[in-house]
């Protein structure tokens, strides 16, 4: 199992510039956030859900800005400044959320390897056990 995700901070570089050309949105700009490591499928998917529908957030939290692209968690339409202010707090309690909700689902997915494992295992020895008996 990985360690869990966390956030290692803001890509300064890579942040995004606003159009500012007057039309809805042109002030807006991609954040990436570095993560401690590159999430895989099942984190990934959780980062986005869990962003759209995350456990608190203010009225200034914007569903369907975040992909994952990488080690990294992109805020395409916010401000560095939202980030600061509101964004931070929010995207703290969705990587804990989504490490909560991966290793939940980790769990079951063992449990169930476990069951169709000793399943396969019963099922094997039956056809053992059966198959000497068989007289010819």
Known sequence: ????????????????????????????????IRLSRVPDALESRLLVQVWDRPPTWSTMHRPGISRVSGDRLILDGTTIDEVAQVHAKTLRLVVDKVNELAAEQRRRDQVEQERRDAERTAHQEHVSDTARDIEF
């Open 1 to 32: 199992m990985s360690e869990p995700l966390d956030i290692v901070g803001v890509i300064e570089d890579e942040v995004g510039t606003p159009r500012n050309d007057g039309t809805a949105g042109s002030a807006l700009y991609a954040v990436p």
